[in-house]
């Protein structure tokens, strides 16, 4: 039996082609209109119909210029396609420009979405269609593949174009053309300290990205006017610091204040939130940092949280998404991502609530460290670091979570052990790397030598969650040594720090005192009132008289020696007078215990006569009994606790 011709075939058997297909000598389906002109958006020209003679088509002057219209039009489609076929994939640019502009891929999904099941049928039928035997057939699968995929590039390309935008767009005061010029010389000459320590920020990419915005042959991307005003912020602030010769003739304090203004406001405008693009992730990155420096938790916390959104938004969390990417877009992606993984995790730790960046769904490879050796050390320890912010990660999960209370004592011991061995480990990967040859190397050795303050001090938290709530003991010895030592090393660092310039100093108050949280002080505080211990007394003294000489450098300095003073205060009336902590009591092994008692413990100051000046307006005794209740009592967060007294309205 005869096979069936296509419907679409079968109206007339003297059906002919239209006059599109017959000029481009293609075969026709001779619907109306025809699959060719609808894929390719032109009219189509009428079926089965004569074909006039060559007289008449010279007669009749419209048509060839009806003719000439639709060859314009088919060439404009082809070389269209042409360019859609031809040019690198989005995520992809070249060599010439190491970091993406704008977004590099659709949005992420992942493999449980619509979309991604959506992509993956249209990628088999593409296959079926392409091994067709049959090609008008094909040439259907094709046709309607196309208009898909039309339809979404269209929405795709809709949202990207939104958020573009330029300097006169935003109506922003840019700093003075030869400062810039000069800025960027001197980058590439002497990179500041800020850009060698932040690894991400590439010396080529702020040439790039100033000729982007001053000589604009593109609109700029969405975030890229915040992200120049936050790196020539710290660009700027390090050459002042510096006291640059080069750019002593230019008024940075000036240039300074300006970029700041304009990085805060570009942080808070509604436009941050919404297209994430690489740009705007580096920007908020840039944003988390200063929120640190200026010890504005909250808002650093917010940050990291929009960042993350970003991060997921597009892909920066699994391998997969980063594949299709040139090498050098793929490097500052994951640069900037396991940047914001080690701060979530410290501050998650810190403040004792589950991290944003969740290890269990993350697949990104790390960063490649740099083969120049001046490079190489910082990313070397960046990397160390990366490893220690996931032990800090471990941490709230296993030991601090929700879940992780309700875990078995047995289980709970064997993750302590784990996690303290694998801490003490890291740091000495850390102390291994060779900072000698490094650009700043005197901050690398810095750096290592307060590794073992950061270090122990983790290791107060980690040894801190052998007290179980439903346990009696508050405090043990392991705990306390680990408290110990970390003041110890605190006390060693400083005298490394002491004697330097006044924003190395800082450099140590942000990122290093700042780090780890409060517990250290907290835990020998407890033991020296409950013991009166005077070794106790004079450490905690020592430290308090340490952030002294420092409290004037932050507000995070500051608020850390007002509550430490309050603390050792009330230590020193307490030991010097023997009257001791009650609701604890010590053991022969060092641990301190809660005494069984019918009802809950109740930790409080001894009832002594507090001279006039033991306490000022921030903490009284009061506040320093329901804070060791707090602490010791529901194993609380330090930082948690503490967070009443700094946002209230006595510590400005």
Same mark, same amino acid.
């Given at each position: 039996?005869?096979?069936?011709?296509?419907? &679409?075939?079968? $109206?007339?058997?003297?059906?002919?082609?239209?006059?599109?297909?017959?000029?481009?000598?293609?075969?026709?389906?001779?619907?109306?209109?025809?699959?060719?002109?609808?894929?390719? @958006?032109?009219?189509?020209?009428?079926?089965?119909?004569?074909?006039?003679?060559?007289?008449?088509?010279?007669?009749?002057?419209?048509?060839?210029?009806?003719?000439?219209?639709?060859?314009?039009?088919?060439?404009?489609?082809?070389?269209?396609?042409?360019?859609?076929?031809?040019? /690198?994939?989005?995520?992809?640019?070249?060599?010439?420009?190491?970091?993406? &502009?704008?977004?590099?891929?659709?949005?992420?999904?992942?493999?449980?979405?619509?979309?991604?099941? !959506?992509?993956?049928?249209?990628?088999?039928?593409?296959?079926?269609?392409?091994?067709?035997?049959?090609?008008?057939?094909?040439?259907?699968?094709?046709?309607?593949? #196309?208009?898909?995929?039309?339809?979404?590039?269209?929405?795709?390309?809709?949202?990207? *174009?939104? @958020?573009?935008?330029?300097?006169?767009?935003?109506?922003?005061?840019?700093?003075?053309?030869?400062?810039?010029?000069?800025?960027?010389?001197?980058?590439?000459?002497?990179?500041?300290?800020?850009?060698?320590?932040?690894?991400?920020?590439?010396?080529?990419?702020?040439?790039?990205?100033?000729?982007? &915005? +001053?000589?604009?042959?593109?609109?700029?991307?969405?975030?890229?006017?915040?992200?120049?005003?936050?790196?020539?912020?710290?660009?700027?602030?390090?050459?002042?610091?510096?006291?640059?010769?080069?750019?002593?003739?230019?008024?940075?304090?000036?240039?300074?204040?300006?970029?700041?203004?304009?990085?805060?406001?570009?942080?808070?405008? /509604?436009?941050?939130?919404?297209?994430?693009?690489?740009?705007?992730?580096?920007?908020?990155?840039?944003?988390?940092?200063?929120?640190?420096?200026?010890?504005?938790?909250?808002?650093?916390? %917010?940050?990291?949280?929009?960042?993350?959104?970003?991060?997921?938004?597009?892909?920066?969390?699994?391998?997969? %998404?980063?594949?299709?990417?040139?090498?050098?877009?793929?490097?500052?992606?994951?640069?900037?991502?396991?940047?914001?993984?080690?701060?979530?995790?410290?501050?998650?730790?810190?403040?004792?609530?589950?991290?944003?960046?969740?290890?269990?769904?993350?697949?990104?490879?790390?960063?490649?460290?740099?083969?120049?050796?001046?490079?190489?050390?910082?990313?070397?320890?960046?990397?160390?670091?990366?490893?220690?912010?996931?032990? *800090?990660?471990?941490?709230?999960? *296993?030991?601090?979570?929700? #879940?992780?209370?309700?875990? @078995?004592?047995?289980?709970?011991?064997?993750?302590?052990?784990?996690?303290?061995?694998?801490?003490?480990?890291?740091?000495?990967?850390?102390?291994?790397?060779?900072?000698?040859?490094?650009?700043?190397?005197?901050?690398?050795?810095?750096? =290592?030598?307060?590794?073992?303050?950061?270090? +122990?001090?983790?290791?107060?938290?980690?040894?801190?969650?052998?007290?179980?709530?439903?346990?009696?003991? =508050?405090?043990?010895?392991?705990? +306390?040594?680990?408290?110990?030592?970390?003041?110890?090393?605190?006390?060693?660092?400083?005298?490394?720090?002491?004697?330097?310039? !006044?924003?190395?100093?800082?450099?140590?108050?942000?990122?290093?005192?700042?780090? /780890?949280?409060?517990?250290?002080?907290?835990?020998?505080?407890?033991?020296?009132?409950?013991?009166?211990?005077?070794?106790?007394?004079?450490?905690?003294?020592?430290?308090?008289?340490?952030?002294?000489?420092?409290?004037?450098?932050?507000?995070?300095?500051?608020?850390? +020696?007002?509550?430490?003073?309050?603390?050792?205060?009330?230590?020193?009336?307490?030991? $010097?007078?023997?009257? %001791?902590?009650?609701?604890?009591?010590?053991? *022969?092994?060092?641990?301190?215990?809660? /005494?069984? !008692?019918?009802?809950?413990?109740?930790?409080?100051?001894?009832?002594?006569?507090?001279?006039?000046?033991?306490?000022?307006?921030?903490?009284?005794?009061?506040?320093?009994?329901?804070?060791?209740? @707090?602490?010791?009592?529901?194993?609380?967060?330090?930082?948690?606790?503490?967070?009443?007294?700094?946002?209230?309205?006595?510590?400005?």
């Amino acid at each position: 039996m005869a096979a069936r011709t296509p419907s &679409i075939a079968r $109206n007339s058997f003297r059906a002919r082609a239209c006059d599109n297909c017959r000029l481009r000598k293609i075969k026709c389906d001779k619907a109306v209109p025809c699959s060719s002109c609808s894929t390719l @958006g032109i009219a189509c020209g009428p079926t089965g119909t004569p074909v006039r003679s060559s007289e008449t088509r010279r007669a009749d002057p419209d048509d060839y210029e009806q003719r000439f219209l639709a060859i314009q039009e088919q060439l404009a489609t082809i070389q269209q396609a042409l360019q859609q076929i031809t040019k /690198p994939p989005a995520s992809v640019q070249p060599a010439s420009q190491p970091i993406a &502009i704008g977004p590099t891929a659709p949005p992420f999904e992942g493999q449980s979405s619509f979309h991604h099941e !959506t992509l993956v049928a249209r990628d088999a039928a593409y296959s079926a269609a392409n091994t067709a035997r049959d090609g008008q057939i094909g040439d259907y699968v094709s046709a309607a593949l #196309s208009s898909l995929k039309s339809s979404l590039d269209r929405h795709n390309h809709a949202a990207i *174009q939104s @958020g573009a935008q330029s300097p006169t767009q935003l109506n922003q005061t840019l700093l003075p053309v030869e400062l810039v010029i000069a800025v960027v010389k001197k980058v590439k000459s002497q990179p500041p300290f800020f850009l060698v320590s932040q690894s991400w920020i590439d010396p080529t990419r702020v040439e790039q990205l100033c000729q982007s &915005i +001053y000589f604009p042959l593109n609109p700029m991307p969405p975030g890229s006017l915040t992200l120049f005003y936050g790196i020539l912020y710290y660009v700027i602030r390090d050459y002042l610091h510096a006291g640059d010769s080069d750019l002593a003739h230019f008024d940075l304090q000036s240039s300074l204040e300006l970029c700041e203004r304009h990085f805060v406001g570009g942080l808070s405008r /509604p436009e941050i939130m919404s297209d994430p693009t690489l740009e705007k992730i580096q920007a908020l990155l840039l944003g988390v940092l200063k929120a640190q420096e200026e010890f504005d938790v909250q808002r650093c916390w %917010t940050s990291l949280s929009l960042a993350f959104n970003m991060c997921q938004s597009i892909g920066l969390h699994r391998r997969s %998404t980063l594949e299709r990417d040139e090498f050098a877009i793929a490097e500052a992606k994951r640069h900037a991502f396991w940047a914001l993984y080690t701060i979530d995790k410290n501050i998650s730790l810190n403040i004792g609530v589950t991290s944003h960046f969740q290890d269990h769904d993350i697949d990104a490879e790390l960063y490649t460290p740099s083969n120049d050796p001046k490079h190489r050390p910082w990313d070397l320890m960046g990397l160390v670091i990366v490893e220690f912010a996931s032990v *800090q990660g471990r941490v709230y999960d *296993q030991l601090y979570s929700t #879940s992780a209370c309700r875990a @078995g004592d047995e289980q709970r011991s064997a993750s302590i052990e784990r996690l303290s061995s694998d801490l003490m480990t890291v740091r000495d990967k850390l102390l291994a790397i060779d900072v000698s040859q490094g650009l700043y190397s005197d901050s690398l050795h810095g750096m =290592a030598a307060c590794a073992d303050f950061i270090a +122990y001090s983790v290791l107060t938290v980690i040894y801190r969650a052998q007290t179980h709530p439903r346990d009696v003991m =508050a405090v043990s010895s392991q705990c +306390y040594a680990s408290a110990t030592a970390a003041l110890q090393s605190h006390l060693k660092c400083f005298t490394y720090f002491r004697g330097r310039q !006044t924003h190395k100093q800082t450099e140590y108050v942000n990122w290093i005192l700042l780090y /780890p949280s409060f517990t250290p002080f907290v835990i020998v505080f407890t033991h020296a009132i409950t013991t009166a211990s005077t070794a106790d007394l004079a450490l905690l003294q020592d430290t308090t008289s340490s952030l002294e000489l420092i409290k004037g450098l932050s507000r995070g300095s500051m608020h850390l +020696y007002t509550i430490c003073d309050a603390f050792v205060r009330a230590a020193q009336i307490l030991v $010097n007078s023997q009257q %001791t902590l009650t609701g604890l009591e010590q053991h *022969q092994d060092g641990s301190l215990v809660i /005494p069984t !008692t019918d009802g809950p413990g109740n930790i409080a100051l001894p009832d002594v006569s507090w001279p006039e000046d033991t306490f000022d307006s921030t903490m009284n005794q009061a506040d320093i009994s329901m804070f060791l209740n @707090g602490f010791i009592g529901t194993n609380r967060s330090v930082m948690d606790i503490l967070s009443f007294d700094l946002n209230s309205d006595s510590i400005q």
